[in-house]
């Protein structure tokens, strides 16, 4: 059987928007000390296009077996096959694409949006409610 001529896949990832978005994100991990790490995707909202995406802590695409977190790096001689193996998954794994967020966050910058579209209130207003 021959194959099937499909689609093409088009990377939308501009390479100098990527790297501000890697360097940023790891300064922004380190200096507020966020243990859980962080991520950022950068999006032209007139197309959806993904311009960036980026984790941090992340791991070496060329040395993925490579244990990117001291703690599980101390103990890895000590760890069963099936700890090590969900340790490398879980370092694989992309919280951007696998982790659910609830939209909480997301909802305030758009109701705060439509009440300054409204005339309800302005940006400069430091009222609190």
């Known amino acids: 059987m021959s194959p099937v001529h499909g689609k093409d896949i088009v990377l939308t990832i501009d390479l100098t928007v990527q790297s501000i978005a890697e360097r940023n994100i790891r300064r922004a991990v380190v200096d507020n000390q966020c243990l859980g790490g962080g991520a950022i995707i950068i999006m032209n909202p007139q197309t959806g296009d993904i311009l960036a995406k980026a984790e941090y802590p992340n791991y070496d695409l060329n040395s993925p077996f490579t244990i990117n977190d001291e703690e599980q790096y101390a ?34 910058i758009l109701t705060t949006a439509i009440a300054i579209e409204e005339g309800l209130t302005t940006a400069d207003n430091t009222r609190r409610v």
């Not at 879980?90 to 696998?98: D, L, P």
């Not at 967020?101 to 305030?108: A, D, H, N």
């Open 75 to 108: 103990r890895w001689d000590t760890m069963q096959a099936n700890e090590r193996q969900t340790a490398l998954q879980q370092m694989w794994r992309s919280k951007v694409i696998s982790d659910g967020y609830e939209p909480g966050s997301t909802f305030k």
